[in-house]
């Protein structure tokens, strides 16, 4: 019971995911190769609404967010495998779960692979120099 607002929140974000055409493979195509505004307007949207709503949780609940060494090869490798698997897939993470929820059972497969990379990950992630 206790789940049910996150469930219903899940559904909203799916709701506006699609009809927002943020999961379809042509905008992303359309990003990718510069011709059309749409994504870029969304992600943007996403970064600021980030921003303030990251702000507006430090001054209420007075939480502190340490900030991490700064290490530019590390984030650039990373948000390389982050993109070859949006372009693999046709999707990032949030879009994943609505495609299937969509109907597109394809992505139980991609959805699966996630895990097992995240899982793969935890299992050397104290073997790997960070």
Same mark, same amino acid.
């Given at each position: 019971?206790?789940?049910?607002? /996150?469930?219903? $929140?899940?559904?909203?974000?799916?709701?506006?995911?699609? +009809?927002?055409?943020? !999961?379809?493979?042509? %905008? $992303? @195509?359309?990003?990718?190769?510069?011709?059309?505004?749409?994504?870029?307007?969304?992600?943007?949207?996403?970064?600021?609404? #980030? !921003?303030?709503?990251?702000?507006?949780? +430090? %001054? +209420? @609940?007075?939480?502190?967010? +340490? *900030?991490?060494?700064?290490?530019?090869?590390?984030?650039?490798?990373? &948000?390389? !495998? /982050? #993109?070859?698997?949006?372009?693999?897939?046709?999707?990032? *993470?949030?879009?994943?779960?609505?495609?299937?929820?969509? #109907?597109?059972? !394809?992505?139980? $497969? $991609?959805?699966?692979?996630?895990?097992? &990379?995240?899982?793969?990950?935890?299992?050397? %992630?104290?073997?790997?120099?960070?």
């Amino acid at each position: 019971m206790k789940h049910i607002p /996150f469930l219903l $929140i899940g559904i909203l974000f799916g709701i506006i995911m699609t +009809k927002s055409e943020v !999961i379809s493979w042509f %905008r $992303i @195509q359309e990003m990718f190769r510069f011709e059309s505004f749409h994504m870029y307007g969304v992600i943007g949207t996403a970064v600021a609404l #980030g !921003i303030l709503i990251i702000a507006l949780i +430090k %001054r +209420k @609940q007075k939480l502190d967010f +340490k *900030p991490t060494p700064l290490s530019i090869r590390r984030h650039l490798i990373a &948000g390389s !495998i /982050f #993109g070859l698997g949006w372009a693999l897939a046709g999707a990032c *993470p949030g879009p994943m779960y609505t495609l299937l929820g969509n #109907g597109y059972i !394809i992505f139980l $497969i $991609i959805i699966l692979s996630a895990l097992a &990379g995240t899982y793969t990950y935890g299992l050397v %992630r104290d073997k790997l120099p960070h």
